[in-house]
């Protein structure tokens, strides 16, 4: 929320400009476009890291993640992010 969230957008548009090379306009509209596609891979590596699944390997099998159906409930606005 607010200047947060401002900071992060800015963020992943930094990112965009050093790894395109693209100016700041066609970048903000290449990460937009990047948004709408499945996002299901990205959420996996986050639950994975935010777990420390690669120091406890069992936390895999701890906090069982369905990236895929987590997904498609936000899509289909069954389930808020607030």
């Known amino acids: 929320m607010g200047k947060g969230r401002r900071k992060r957008l800015e963020n992943f548009v930094t990112q965009a400009i050093t790894q395109t090379?693209?100016?700041?306009?066609?970048?903000?509209?290449?990460l937009k476009s990047e948004l709408y596609k499945p996002q299901a891979l990205a959420l996996k590596?986050?639950?994975?890291?935010?777990?420390?699944?690669?120091?406890?390997?069992?936390?895999?099998?701890?906090?069982?993640?369905?990236a895929v159906k987590f997904e498609r409930a936000v899509r289909s606005e069954k389930l808020k992010i607030a």
């Open 21 to 30: 090379g693209l100016p700041v306009k066609k970048a903000r509209k290449a």
């Open 45 to 66: 590596g986050f639950h994975e890291k935010f777990m420390m699944c690669d120091l406890y390997p069992e936390n895999r099998a701890r906090f069982k993640f369905e």
